[in-house]
């Protein structure tokens, strides 16, 4: 841990016994969450998310090729993330790093494992050409919590993307086929507290990490530990719970702002 | 270069309905990241473009420290999903180019003996692309330095002429530099009329070349102006208590 952390943890704990936060936010409570689709013309479907004052855009773009040998009748899609420099002084220019590489496949999994795209129905000519579904993440504002802004930056632009079936001449564009998006919620644990949707400060201050996907029936779809530091099983029930809440009302302003 | 197929320009009016010197519509905010030291959103026509400063600060790697002034490192970078085909992320041969041409540019305006061994980072993301995106990121970078409270002797700004169907217009939009027959960025310090940064390809007579320049420094003032508006916004509604 660098200085300045170690200097806020003591400030953060403090704060923590008395039951607050540094910016007034209950243990369960996410920051203001706004969610604005269509802000990129060339991509096929985009968003730009901010939690607090972290930003997130993702952009969908589509292409034709070849499936994999072993589903020959699926779309492919990839997830690529950008902590690109402008976003904090601390990100590095270069080929993507650990982090860059975890969050893209965080948010890949809990796009992948919950069918939410519905690559059978991505097939052009079996085993000769399918759709490809590109996401790509770019952090513009760091201060905390991507993965939950990169996911639902990535939900809102796949909700909103045509597939550009026009540029192909395969007759007109369609809405992606999608099923029920997951949302993701993610708490950290310090000095014993757990708290959701960490900001900054409290994410460099964190011992352990949990990442809770829901869906709209209240069931989980993913979840994903980090950090050296341990839960027990109460907490664990708990990050839950408040996951589910927060996810539902997530869930609610998603489908708000996408018109459906 | 294909000038036959589509018509760019038609009863004086061009293809998107605009006059040969009318620039396309510009709109540059002030300030609009948290983390960054200065920050500026610009949207010229199609484009969108965000740029962000950082530093001064000590120039990592250590090598590329320079003992009697700063160095300025720009960053193009373009998004993925801002163009038809999705590009390749991470940079290539065109962003590097754009980015040394961009640093030297800013290098120009800014005090950097003020700063020995330091480096003030500037990152360009171009997030949306449709033709003149150098231009764009440059000028944005003039804000986004005024932003951080960098030194400088002027704000830097961009604009590009070119010639479609032999005729010098201002400011290339998509088909136009696609179909066009010569485009040239520049950027100039529009307190002095400097020029910062120049390039060309294409085809120009002479004459074409000192008409298209002189559009070209004109389309610099215009967008100097916009520039200069942002910033005074900014400042201004921090002054009347509207913004936190």
Same mark, same amino acid.
């Given at each position: 841990?660098?200085?300045?952390?170690?200097?806020?943890?003591?400030?953060?704990?403090? !704060?923590?016994?008395?039951?607050?936060?540094?910016?007034?936010?209950?243990?369960?409570?996410?920051?203001?969450?706004?969610?604005?689709?269509?802000?990129?013309?060339?991509?096929?479907?985009?968003?730009?998310?901010?939690?607090?004052?972290? *930003? %997130?855009?993702? $952009?969908?773009?589509?292409?034709?090729?070849?499936?994999?040998?072993?589903?020959?009748?699926?779309?492919?899609?990839?997830?690529?993330?950008?902590?690109?420099?402008?976003?904090?002084?601390?990100?590095?220019?270069?080929?993507?790093?650990?982090?860059?590489?975890?969050?893209?496949?965080?948010?890949?999994?809990?796009?992948?494992?919950?069918?939410?795209?519905?690559?059978?129905?991505?097939?052009?000519?079996?085993?000769?050409?399918?759709?490809?579904?590109?996401?790509?993440?770019?952090?513009?504002?760091?201060?905390?919590?991507?993965?939950?802004?990169?996911?639902?930056?990535?939900?809102?632009?796949?909700?909103?993307?045509? %597939?550009?079936?026009?540029?192909?001449?395969?007759?007109?564009?369609?809405?992606?086929?999608?099923?029920?998006?997951?949302?993701?919620?993610?708490?950290?644990?310090?000095?014993?507290?757990?708290?959701?949707?960490?900001?900054?400060?409290?994410?460099?201050?964190?011992?352990?990490?949990?990442?809770?996907?829901?869906?709209?029936?209240?069931? !989980?779809?993913?979840? *994903?530990?980090? !950090?050296? $530091?341990?839960?027990? %099983?109460?907490?664990?029930?708990?990050?839950?719970?408040?996951?589910?809440?927060? $996810?539902?009302?997530? *869930?609610?302003?998603?489908?708000?702002?996408?018109?459906? | 270069?294909?000038?036959?197929?589509?018509?760019?320009?038609?009863?004086?009016?061009?293809?998107?309905?605009?006059?040969? =010197?009318?620039?396309?519509?510009?709109?540059?905010? #002030?300030?609009?990241? /948290?983390?960054?030291?200065?920050?500026?959103?610009?949207?010229?026509?199609? +484009?969108?473009?965000?740029?962000?400063?950082?530093?001064?600060?000590?120039?990592?790697?250590? /090598?590329?420290?320079?003992?009697?002034?700063?160095?300025?490192?720009?960053?193009?970078?373009?998004? #993925?999903?801002?163009?038809? =085909?999705?590009?390749?992320?991470?940079?290539?041969?065109?962003?590097? @180019?754009?980015?040394?041409?961009?640093?030297? #540019?800013? @290098?120009? &305006?800014?005090?950097?003996?003020?700063?020995?061994?330091?480096?003030?980072?500037?990152?360009?993301? &171009?997030?949306?692309? @449709?033709?003149?995106?150098?231009?764009?990121?440059?000028?944005?970078?003039?804000?986004?330095?005024?932003?951080?409270?960098?030194?400088?002797?002027?704000?830097?700004?961009?604009?590009?002429?070119?010639?479609?169907?032999?005729?010098?217009?201002?400011?290339?939009?998509? =088909?136009? =530099? +696609?179909?066009? +027959?010569?485009?040239?960025?520049?950027?100039?310090?529009?307190?002095?009329?400097?020029?910062?940064?120049?390039?060309?390809?294409? /085809?120009?007579?002479?004459?074409?070349?000192?008409?298209?320049?002189?559009?070209?420094?004109?389309?610099? /003032?215009?967008?100097?102006?916009?520039?200069?508006?942002?910033?005074?916004?900014?400042?201004?509604? &921090?002054?009347?208590?509207?913004?936190?």
């Amino acid at each position: 841990m660098t200085i300045t952390p170690s200097i806020k943890k003591e400030y953060l704990v403090n !704060l923590a016994e008395n039951g607050k936060r540094s910016d007034g936010r209950k243990f369960d409570e996410f920051r203001k969450i706004s969610i604005e689709t269509g802000v990129i013309s060339k991509a096929e479907g985009s968003a730009r998310v901010k939690i607090g004052n972290t *930003q %997130v855009i993702s $952009g969908i773009k589509m292409d034709i090729g070849e499936p994999y040998p072993d589903s020959p009748e699926s779309g492919v899609m990839t997830t690529a993330a950008e902590l690109i420099p402008l976003a904090s002084p601390d990100f590095e220019a270069g080929p993507p790093r650990e982090d860059a590489i975890e969050l893209a496949r965080v948010v890949d999994r809990g796009i992948r494992e919950s069918e939410l795209i519905e690559v059978d129905k991505l097939c052009i000519e079996p085993g000769e050409k399918v759709w490809m579904v590109f996401i790509d993440i770019h952090i513009l504002d760091f201060d905390g919590n991507l993965f939950d802004a990169a996911s639902l930056a990535s939900l809102a632009a796949l909700l909103t993307t045509n %597939v550009p079936a026009e540029r192909f001449d395969l007759g007109e564009n369609y809405p992606l086929p999608l099923k029920e998006p997951p949302i993701s919620c993610t708490s950290v644990k310090y000095n014993g507290v757990v708290v959701m949707d960490p900001s900054l400060d409290e994410e460099e201050i964190a011992e352990a990490r949990l990442t809770v996907a829901t869906d709209i029936n209240g069931h !989980l779809r993913a979840m *994903q530990k980090g !950090l050296n $530091g341990s839960f027990s %099983v109460d907490e664990i029930k708990k990050v839950i719970k408040a996951s589910i809440d927060n $996810g539902r009302k997530i *869930q609610e302003q998603l489908y708000k702002s996408v018109g459906k | 270069m294909n000038d036959t197929e589509i018509k760019l320009f038609e009863n004086g009016k061009r293809i998107d309905g605009r006059k040969p =010197d009318e620039l396309r519509k510009i709109k540059i905010e #002030a300030g609009v990241l /948290h983390r960054a030291e200065g920050s500026c959103y610009l949207e010229w026509g199609g +484009n969108k473009v965000i740029a962000a400063v950082y530093g001064p600060r000590e120039a990592i790697p250590r /090598h590329t420290q320079n003992p009697l002034r700063a160095i300025v490192n720009a960053r193009y970078n373009m998004a #993925a999903f801002s163009v038809d =085909d999705r590009k390749r992320p991470g940079p290539d041969r065109r962003s590097r @180019e754009i980015s040394k041409v961009i640093s030297e #540019a800013l @290098e120009n &305006v800014i005090l950097l003996e003020r700063f020995p061994r330091a480096s003030i980072d500037v990152n360009i993301e &171009v997030l949306d692309a @449709e033709a003149g995106t150098r231009c764009a990121g440059l000028t944005a970078a003039g804000v986004a330095l005024v932003d951080a409270g960098i030194p400088m002797k002027d704000i830097p700004v961009a604009c590009a002429a070119g010639k479609i169907e032999n005729q010098v217009v201002l400011d290339l939009g998509k =088909d136009e =530099d +696609n179909y066009g +027959n010569a485009d040239l960025p520049i950027a100039i310090s529009p307190r002095t009329g400097e020029v910062l940064l120049l390039q060309m390809d294409g /085809h120009l007579t002479l004459e074409e070349f000192d008409q298209a320049l002189d559009l070209a420094i004109k389309g610099c /003032h215009i967008v100097s102006d916009i520039q200069k508006k942002a910033i005074t916004d900014k400042y201004q509604s &921090v002054q009347g208590g509207t913004t936190q």
